[in-house]
């Protein structure tokens, strides 16, 4: 049911502890599982966090189409500290003076640039009608493929094989 859920296009599914009663409002006894993809994107830039240790607030992704890099919209949750600290490291290593994707006015207003090598591996729910990711989440850096080599394709359910997030 939840499979076909998702390949319907739905958030996913609703459930229940079988033998519990029925009881109106939040508890232990559902569950929400949402429908998750995920998808490798090239990182063009960051924006920065006005929280004290945050090293950025967000990552502003890319995606090649027909040989050019498209925005599809920015991460900014799925970090840990180290981790953020650790990419913040390499951005400042590959600054850009400017994006290599057209990005939205309001996204790129204070953004820092990198150039478009590192590639990481998002979760989301979907792709609006603008196509752009929702409810976005970094798992990791891809160190096995190019930035190049990065296009829209159909999104891997998690857990589905691959090779592995770092």
């Known amino acids: 049911l939840f499979d076909a ?71 900014g949750t799925g970090f840990s500290q180290v981790v953020q600290q650790e990419l913040r490291a390499r951005f400042d290593k590959l600054k850009a003076a400017k994006p290599a994707a057209p990005v939205p006015r309001p996204e790129a207003r204070g953004a820092h640039w990198v150039k478009p090598v590192l590639v990481s591996e998002i979760a989301f729910a979907e792709f609006t009608a603008d196509n752009v990711v929702r409810h976005a989440s970094f798992l990791g850096l891809r160190e096995d493929k190019p930035a190049e080599a990065v296009v829209a394709a159909e999104p891997q359910a998690p857990g589905a094989s691959g090779p592995p997030i770092k």
């Open 5 to 75: 859920a998702c390949e319907a296009g739905g958030e996913g599914i609703i459930s229940k502890k079988a033998d519990a009663s029925y009881r109106s409002g939040p508890t232990k006894n559902w569950l929400k599982i949402k429908c998750t993809r995920r998808q490798e994107f090239v990182i063009i830039g960051w924006s920065e966090s006005d929280k004290k240790g945050r090293s950025f607030r967000a990552l502003l992704l890319g995606l090649y189409e027909g040989g050019k890099l498209r925005y599809p919209g920015k991460v």
